[in-house]
Nanobody, 118 residues
Framework: VQLQASGGGSVQAGGSLRLSCAASGRAFNIMGWFRQAPGKEREFVAAVTWSDRRYYSESAKGRSAISRDNAKNTVYLQMNSLKPEDTAVYYC???????????????WGQGTQVTVSS
């Protein structure tokens, strides 16, 4: 099983980015995104189930949209109105446990850097 994340980059505050994560090897009930800033713990951003139930952190709610294409086994994270505090390495993850915590996921992508400048 492999998760390949892409779409990170550098943007100015207020800009947008779309992250993608393609899973190979098998399908998963839950696919999600976490992020980790330097010196901080990995934190939940958003997740979506196979049946398209969506979950968001308070910081992501209203500014981000998670979606998935089950035929392509791919999850997307559209991030809008980005702020400097969104700067972090973003990790995609897949699993079948609790959506809010890293331990609920069995597989992780390599991470993609998102940098938001003011």
């Amino acid at each position: 099983v492999q998760l390949q994340a892409s779409g990170g980059g550098s943007v100015q505050a207020g800009g947008s980015l779309r992250l993608s994560c393609a899973a190979s090897g098998r399908a998963f009930n839950i696919m999600g995104w976490f992020r980790q800033a330097p010196g901080k713990e990995r934190e939940f951003v958003a997740a979506v189930t196979w049946s398209d139930r969506r979950y968001y952190s308070e910081s992501a709610k209203g500014r981000s949209a998670i979606s998935r294409d089950n035929a392509k086994n791919t999850v997307y994270l559209q991030m809008n109105s980005l702020k400097p505090e969104d700067t972090a390495v973003y990790y995609c993850a897949a699993g079948s446990g609790t959506v809010w915590v890293p331990s609920g996921y069995d597989y992780w992508g390599q991470g993609t850097q998102v940098t938001v400048s003011s």
